[in-house]
């Protein structure tokens, strides 16, 4: 399936996007001056998405459903939950308090293109914040840190997931592993120029084949991300070198889904039971989505005899609606759509948890 017959008439506006500039957000670094930071960056006019969202979500009744709450970007047609069961857990008192803590990014309001100057270093040499696509931060808030979990990163380079979970001061031990050495290395320096060196110790950066974690350290994490490598539909449209849609990538391309089922399919085995691990990927594509999440809950059953369910996220539309556009018709998990007015994504997150 292209994505032309995925998205309908969606589909011309989010080409249009994906061509266009792509939007920031600057995630605080806790570990430096933060107040004086977040001081900084309200005078550019950006606003703390994380912050702003929890506290309408403590003011507004969340009487009516989802649907009824979505933008004009969204798709008109209802989400489907056929072909596998979503528990949902969340309530409205308990939006605020299921997400991972203590992440402040700043962002632009809708329509404003306006863009973030580089972070400066502190007398330290620490750097203030971190620019990403914001919407990059959703699986790891989704991931609902709590203190003292044991944390697995297990695609962690080029390393803003990673230093978002140190954000949240929850990480009892943080393994970050990447299977490029050389991105991996590059995660070192990353670390290097936002913390101190007693945090940096909390982590274990590590170079293996996150297919094998599963056999390395099964039954081990309370928590496990993985970020598993894509598409990564936004610099597939904008740059020609090493593009993975061209013809000598085919191979590539089409293994990918079994990569990608290969590397949840170890995350699932990495936590220990009633842990929870969080999917996503920088793609559309429903192949590397929730294909991938659909097989890799059978093969777990089936294989593995370990129950996996995967929980509803839809409370994240209700928090995060006025930062991000949200697909409307994802059958597991959620997918943050690029827009011209919220030019975030794509990104595609699920959330899974390993039963007792």
């Not at 777990?300 to 609606?321: G, P």
């Not at 930062?323 to 997918?335: I, K, P, Q, Y």
């Amino acid at each position: 399936m292209n994505y032309r017959m995925q998205f309908g008439s969606l589909w011309p506006s989010i080409r249009v996007s994906l061509l266009s500039e792509q939007k920031y957000g600057a995630l605080v670094n806790n570990f430096s001056d933060a107040d004086r930071v977040s001081r900084e960056l309200e005078l550019l006019n950006a606003v703390d998405f994380v912050y702003e969202s929890q506290k309408a979500a403590r003011h507004v009744q969340w009487d009516s459903p989802v649907e009824g709450m979505r933008g004009e970007e969204t798709a008109p047609q209802e989400t489907h939950r056929e072909q596998m069961t979503v528990e949902q857990t969340q309530t409205p008192s308990s939006l605020s308090t299921s997400i991972s803590p203590n992440i402040k990014c700043y962002t632009f309001s809708k329509g404003d293109v306006s863009r973030f100057p580089p972070a400066r270093p502190d007398a330290l040499g620490t750097l203030g914040y971190y620019l990403l696509d914001a919407a990059s931060l959703l699986p790891v808030l989704a991931l609902n840190v709590q203190p003292g979990d044991l944390v697995l990163d297990l695609c962690a380079a080029p390393g803003g997931k990673t230093l978002a979970l140190l954000q949240t001061g929850c990480c009892r031990h943080l393994a970050a592993n990447d299977v490029s050495a050389s991105r991996s290395n590059r995660l070192r320096r990353v670390l290097c120029s936002y913390f101190p060196k007693d945090i940096s110790a909390l982590v274990r950066i590590t170079s293996w084949d996150g297919r094998n974690w599963g056999e390395l350290e099964g039954n081990t994490y309370n928590r496990v991300l993985v970020d598993v490598p894509c598409t990564t539909d936004r610099h597939s449209v904008t740059e020609e070198d090493n593009n993975i849609f061209s013809r000598m990538r085919l191979k590539e391309r089409q293994l990918l889904p079994m990569l990608q089922l290969q590397l949840l399919l170890a995350g699932l085995l990495a936590a220990r039971p009633g842990g929870e691990v969080v999917y996503s990927t920088c793609s559309l594509s429903q192949l590397q989505n929730e294909y991938v999440v659909e097989r890799a809950v059978e093969v777990a059953e089936t294989e593995y005899n370990i129950s996996v369910c995967v929980e509803d996220l839809s409370y994240f539309r209700r928090l995060f609606q006025d930062t991000f556009s949200f697909f409307a018709d994802c059958r597991l998990g959620e997918l943050v759509l690029p827009h011209l007015t919220a030019n975030f994504g794509p990104m595609y997150f699920c959330k899974l948890r390993r039963e007792q």
